[in-house]
């Protein structure tokens, strides 16, 4: 069950192609979420920083974007059919979102133990909830038996070029709403955005650095990075809860590897300090997974002063009583 | 001590000339705000509702327009000796922060009890803090005395036709970026924010009703506006901080009787519900006056259904925790 091992690589050529009519694509669906700036940020961090706000974008996140693109793609039989995604957090709403709006049934895996609100979040959309059993099969595994069972569509969090692709299209408009910028810096999970993102800057802005930002305990995308093979972590236990994916894709970690500058780790402390310095002072209520870019600024883990800096802000689904009592922790 | 009866009350024509030149002075050094929608908030609310985010505003609310409106148009000897305002809340940020980029020395009358984040936000941008005591003279007649004193310019919360102004350039950019309104929803408290948007429809989109939200326990505005004259409130007890001002002034109420269509009430517990839905669902943080448009329109008190509807979000300057723990009581 992987992308390049059912298709291969595609090529830099095909992807460009694709991504052009992605863009497109998107841009007819989603919000154009605007780009925040902040003097006190700016002052903090040394580097004049550009802020795409991906929490204000539809169901709260970018991932509306990837699941847009791919399932806006199928056929009225494929949609009629209905799709099919595993995830506990910001894929899972954007999968319900997008089958709601364009008709399709979807089925989502989620662990019973998903926190209440991104269950009620799910089911608001319309979508089937199936709880997977941690003793039997994986999720992935009964994604998978439900795709070929009900001849559904499986849509992928992070592993296919049209779920990257479209998350590379705030990049896309950060680069011409920001205008020419030095580095770049992303969130990395699964590394869907983080490859999309390489791939824009790749594109539209070529001598611009894109940089990954990691939770420290989820350090599996920057160990990949370095030792040139695909890591793992498991289970890591960090506050940042979009980026606790146990590792990247070959297809992601292969664009990784050939468009990242670099990849960075910041720790749940500073972390935590950086998303509450976003809520006070730039008032977006914002995930800590959204904060990363803004973490790796403050924490000094990316020196980046003197730069004129974009930075994905990521999603702002919050369980806000979790985070708040996180911060007086 | 009183702008009308030391000026008499500014005819229509001159506003008008003003507010030309007030737009090109506060587009130069304000933030041009983003107007965020919500598909959620639309179908709650039966209304396609557009918000201007003034919570994203340089010191997080609108109060920076006014104040930059009226300190920008002093002279260089003006700016040398100084500013002084009375206020604990936005709009002493407004002033600290204008006045040290414009170079002038602020003193900000604020009450020793005013909570310790808006303190420390007041001395950061460098001003000098001048606490009053309940028992004796009144802020405003400190702060009367302090501008005789020193020489220096008194900037009042509301009551001058360049702090109204500039607060009206907000609803201006709003009705150039949404497109025609049916309706402006506005937060009312010393009425500046109020008056200067229902001048702003009446020469930008004279068909557009303007609305103010006021909170129930601070209804002084709503009261005046029914009674015609004005009416005062003493020391409300209300989330809504930064409506809790005890009366209209002669010229925003002239201005509120001849251009506002209505003012509405919206009690405490609607209010912070609405709060809490806009963290979550718009993931804007707000205060709580600040969602007191939005608050109108979920609970009813403003019915605008099928309408296309403006509200202006006022301001984020929050005490997180004290905000958290009053969603859960």
Redesign the interface.
Known sequence: MSYVADHGVPTLEYLHERFADTRTRVSAAA?RT?V??S?TLDARTGAQVFLK?E??Q?M?AFKFRGAWNMISRLSRAELARGVVAYSSGNHAQAVALVARELGAPATIVMPSFAPRAKLAAVAEYGAEILHYDLLGEGRDALAVRVARERGCTLVPPFDHPDILLGQGTAAAELFEDAGALDALLVPVGGGGLLSGSALAAHWLAPTCRVIGAEPAAGDDAARSFRSGRIETVKDPQTIADGARTPSLSELTFALIRAHVADIVTVADAPLLAAT?FL????????EPTGALGVAALLSGAADLRGKRVGVVISG?NVD??AV?AA??S
Chains 1, 2 share one sequence.
């Open positions: 919000h605007p925040v700036t003097r706000a929490n204000l539809r709260g509450r809520w006070e002072r730039t008032k977006l209520l914002v702002g806000l009583e708040v911060f007086a």
